[in-house]
């Protein structure tokens, strides 16, 4: 059993976050779930998600800028560690809106890196994106690279948070692991990504949006993985503060994507083209060996059979 037993998890209603409850909850462990059931994409959906476990947790709606609620959430909650997923989602849309961004996933993770200072909780799990290695063009990519080309705001807040979490990790002695999630998928994705569109029109017989050539690069990392390293940094105890990548360790073109979707969907897709997408990187690739070495992290699940299964979830019926 871990050591850590009551665990607040931010943006526990999203689509990684209600996968991470599931895996808390296989621990027995006491969730309490932070979350503002925003409408970047339907709230339903995020409740949804929590359904199964709404007996068994506490679920607080509110936003982790709110200082009085932080304040009020941590006074009942003594909490062993945080799990901070919350955060405006998306590479794009933070160019329309990058002080939302900036207010929400800087100073959000402030607040509550304060409250952990406050109330003596000495452990946070903090949900960093490959998107803040930019135009990188070393591979694959690996936390000691320099990063000094991100290029959108969503990247940039997340670094800030990177900072955030070492400051306190080596002045007020609480102990962050800084998560780099690589293209995230599964059941519950997001219906604003590429796959779950992509999944969704084909069964329609819908045409599918492709920007660019195809020819961009992602390491697509399947939810099971995540979910795998995200526990095990919530257990790691030896350093006070670590960067760490959690990937699939591989590449996949946009159209091998598209051949892989079209296979387990048994139909050909119809390809509206579009430009290449302002803040949207070339290639993201993976280097896991931190990963391994610290957390025992090893993705099991590959793009073809990560894919399989998130279109048999489709197909049952799911919302989205």
Known sequence: MSTFQRILLTGGAGFIGSHIVDGLRRRHAQVTVLDDLNDYYSPDIK???????LGAITLIEGDIRDAGLVE?????GRFDAVIHLAARAGV???????ELYYSTNVLGT?????????????????????????????????????????ISPYAASKLSGEQLC????????????????????????????????????????QPIERYGTGLTKRDYTYIDDIVSGVLAALDYTQTPFEIVNLGGSDTTTLNELI????????RTARIIEQPDQPGDVPLTYADVTKARALL???????????IKKYVAWVKTGAPA
């Open 92 to 98: 794009r849309p933070s160019w329309a809106d990058p």
């Open 47 to 53: 409740r949804a998600n929590l359904a199964a476990n």
């Open 110 to 150: 402030l607040r509550l890196l304060e409250a952990c200072r406050r109330h003596g909780v000495k452990k946070m799990v903090f949900a960093s994106s490959s998107s803040v290695y930019g135009i990188n063009k070393k591979v694959p990519f690996a936390e000691t690279d320099l990063i000094d080309r991100t």
């Open 72 to 76: 009020k959430t941590f006074s009942e």
């Open 296 to 306: 025992g992290y090893a993705p099991k699940t590959s793009i073809r059979e990560g």
């Open 259 to 266: 051949s892989a979707i079209e296979l387990s969907v048994g």
């Open 166 to 205: 070492a400051n306190y990790a080596y002045v007020q002695n609480i102990q962050c692991v800084c998560l780099r999630f690589f293209t995230v998928y599964g059941p519950r994705q997001r219906p604003d990504l590429a796959i779950s569109k992509f999944v969704r029109h084909l069964l329609a017989d």
